[in-house]
């Protein structure tokens, strides 16, 4: 959400009085209070005519919606039920709303992350896993940053490996946390877990965090640290760097080695390219990338493999860096 639609609903929300307010905070996620509040606690005066604008603007959108059905999660399972009898409905129930049934982890978003860190440091890694897993990345990250060394390592290598979520995962814990995890022996089986997540938490942790996890975790299974790898960073993933930083990468690679690379690129990578070369030179390359015929996939990914090893020696190097999504962090 962009500077000036958080700008609008904070003044819409300041429009509606305290107890409508509350009620609609009710409905919003643990970063959205925060960014809300902190958005209405930095505003004084509005204009006359901004307040008119956002009250125009939810007006109509408000207009154009309609609530068909109170309870939507009730509404399917009468439906089901009605439809295909308690037992084959009861089965289809459990998979269209997996996940659903999550307020004890719910009310670990709202928790500071040492907080989490600090209820969680006694338990099993696979537990702890289990747990993160169902947190955003950032908080997850946080979470991670607050454990030793060693238990950061064992809990990491469990989130790679992890392909799904058993209720009996979380008995133990749910133990001890009581009210907190409270219904987390409910939980459905979930895609959650493995290789790219553990990649999304690591590129948060910073890099010096960062080499100390993927080395324990390549000792212990090469293949797993390299999909991990490979997720962290991926040819698209080039758009991120500056300016500055492609130019250095054009330095390092054969005109050959890029065209062929970029057959597989997205065209806004291959814009950003073609913005970072001379006006001949991202000519020249257009013509090749149009004249060149169809080129095997395995060659593509060959090329562009080789490609990210360059871009993996010049961030080593520090000749180039990539924005990590933390503050004031690269890796």
């Given at each position: 959400?962009?500077?000036?639609?958080?700008?609008?609903?904070?003044?819409?929300?300041?429009?509606?009085?305290?107890?409508?307010?509350?009620?609609?905070?009710?409905?919003?996620?643990?970063?959205?209070?925060?960014?809300?509040?902190?958005?209405?606690?930095?505003?004084?005066?509005?204009?006359?005519?901004?307040?008119?604008?956002?009250?125009?603007?939810?007006?109509?959108?408000?207009?154009?919606?309609?609530?068909?059905?109170?309870?939507?999660?009730?509404?399917?399972?009468?439906?089901?039920?009605?439809?295909?009898?308690?037992?084959?409905?009861?089965?289809?129930?459990?998979?269209?709303?997996?996940?659903?049934?999550?307020?004890?982890?719910?009310?670990?978003?709202?928790?500071?992350?040492?907080?989490?860190?600090?209820?969680?440091?006694?338990?099993?890694?696979?537990?702890?896993?289990?747990?993160?897993?169902?947190?955003?990345?950032?908080?997850?990250?946080?979470?991670?940053?607050?454990?030793?060394?060693?238990?950061?390592?064992?809990?990491?290598?469990?989130?790679?490996?992890?392909?799904?979520?058993?209720?009996?995962?979380?008995?133990?814990?749910?133990?001890?946390?009581?009210?907190?995890?409270?219904?987390?022996?409910?939980?459905?089986?979930?895609?959650?877990?493995?290789?790219?997540?553990?990649?999304?938490?690591?590129?948060?942790?910073g890099s010096a965090v960062e080499t100390s996890v993927l080395d324990y975790i390549r000792e212990a299974d090469n293949d797993l640290a390299q999909r991990i790898?490979?997720?962290?960073?991926?040819?698209?993933?080039?758009?991120?760097?500056?300016?500055?930083?492609?130019?250095?990468?054009?330095?390092?690679?054969?005109?050959?080695?890029?065209?062929?690379?970029?057959?597989?690129?997205?065209?806004?990578?291959?814009?950003?390219?073609?913005?970072?070369?001379?006006?001949?030179?991202?000519?020249?390359?257009?013509?090749?990338?149009?004249?060149?015929?169809?080129?095997?996939?395995?060659?593509?990914?060959?090329?562009?493999?080789?490609?990210?090893?360059?871009?993996?020696?010049?961030?080593?190097?520090?000749?180039?860096?990539?924005?990590?999504?933390?503050?004031?962090?690269?890796?």
């Open positions: 959400m962009d500077e000036r639609r958080i700008e609008n609903a904070a003044i819409l929300l300041m429009s509606l009085g305290e107890e409508q307010a509350a009620e609609v905070f009710k409905h919003l996620a643990p970063k959205e209070v925060q960014r809300l509040g902190e958005t209405i606690a930095k505003m004084k005066a509005i204009p006359r005519d901004r307040l008119d604008e956002v009250m125009t603007e939810f007006t109509t959108k408000a207009s154009d919606q309609h609530m068909l059905v109170a309870d939507t999660d009730e509404y399917v399972k009468s439906v089901l039920r009605k439809a295909l009898g308690d037992d084959k409905a009861n089965l289809l129930i459990d998979r269209i709303m997996q996940g659903s049934d999550v307020s004890g982890l719910e009310s670990l978003k709202w928790m500071d992350a040492s907080a989490v860190a600090e209820l969680m440091r006694n338990e099993h890694p696979q537990i702890v896993a289990a747990i993160l897993v169902h947190l955003d990345y950032e908080q997850a990250s946080a979470v991670i940053k607050a454990f030793g060394e060693r238990q950061r390592n064992e809990v990491m290598v469990r989130i790679a490996t992890l392909d799904g979520i058993q209720p009996v995962a979380l008995k133990d814990l749910n133990e001890v946390m009581s009210k907190v995890l409270a219904g987390g022996d409910k939980l459905r089986k979930a895609s959650l877990g493995g290789a790219k997540t553990a990649a999304e938490i690591i590129n948060l942790l790898m490979d997720n962290m960073f991926t040819f698209d993933d080039l758009i991120k760097l500056d300016d500055k930083g492609i130019q250095a990468l054009l330095k390092e690679i054969q005109s050959e080695s890029l065209v062929i690379a970029l057959k597989g690129g997205s065209p806004e990578l291959r814009e950003r390219i073609f913005k970072n070369m001379s006006t001949r030179a991202a000519e020249t390359l257009k013509e090749d990338l149009e004249s060149r015929g169809p080129v095997r996939l395995s060659e593509v990914e060959s090329e562009q493999k080789e490609l990210l090893k360059t871009v993996r020696r010049l961030v080593d190097e520090g000749q180039i860096v990539m924005a990590s999504g933390g503050a004031d962090e690269f890796v």
